[in-house]
């Protein structure tokens, strides 16, 4: 699996509250957690992110609540991957259950800029950063891990087993 995309740049430390504030989490309307998606860091992310867009961060990502909203929401607003230094294990975990493309790798997370042209490929983990020609080599998910994303969530990989 390959997607490729533009870049929004994050620090470290993006907290669940950022990414969707708690304010919103009386409804799990998927699409409805994404108009408000990381809009207490970045008031113009929802008019700018496009389908197969790229978040890129550093350390901790995902620190906070153990909230499921907070993965929804980004992969409900189109972002195919999150790249970053860390994640907090919570969100690491919940954007597995939930089909979310997540991978480490704090070189490519360092150099990566806000509007970079990134292309990842999951099967091998190279992130090749298509603006500057750099490439990053990530530790890639095994195959079960692949099997759950590419089929959007633990659930529906699970169904799709029966």
């Known amino acids: 699996m390959v997607v490729q995309g533009k870049v929004h740049k994050y620090g470290d430390n993006v907290d669940t509250d950022v990414i969707i504030p708690a304010r919103y989490l009386n ?3 998927h699409q409805e957690l994404a108009a408000h998606c990381m809009e207490d860091i970045d008031k113009d992310f929802v008019k700018r992110v496009q389908p197969g867009d ?8 995902g ?6 909203h907070a993965p929804i929401a980004i992969k409900a607003s189109g972002i195919s991957c999150v790249i970053a230094s860390t994640f907090a294990r919570i969100f ?3 954007a597995i259950n939930i089909g979310l ?11 990566i800029q806000a509007g970079d042209e990134v292309k990842v490929d999951f099967d091998t ?3 090749e950063n298509l603006t500057t020609g750099k490439k990053y080599q990530a530790e890639p998910f095994p195959p079960f ?4 994303i590419e089929k959007g969530g633990l659930l529906n990989a699970i169904n799709n087993r029966l």
Request: negative net charge; charged residues 25%; glycine residues 6%.
């Open 27 to 29: 409804t799990s309307n």
């Open 54 to 61: 790229i978040i890129v961060a550093n350390k901790n990502f």
């Open 63 to 68: 620190c906070g609540s153990s909230r499921e």
């Open 92 to 94: 690491y975990r919940n």
């Open 101 to 111: 493309a997540i991978l480490e790798c704090d070189e490519a997370a360092k150099d």
């Open 125 to 127: 983990g190279v992130i």
């Open 145 to 148: 891990i692949q099997n759950i």
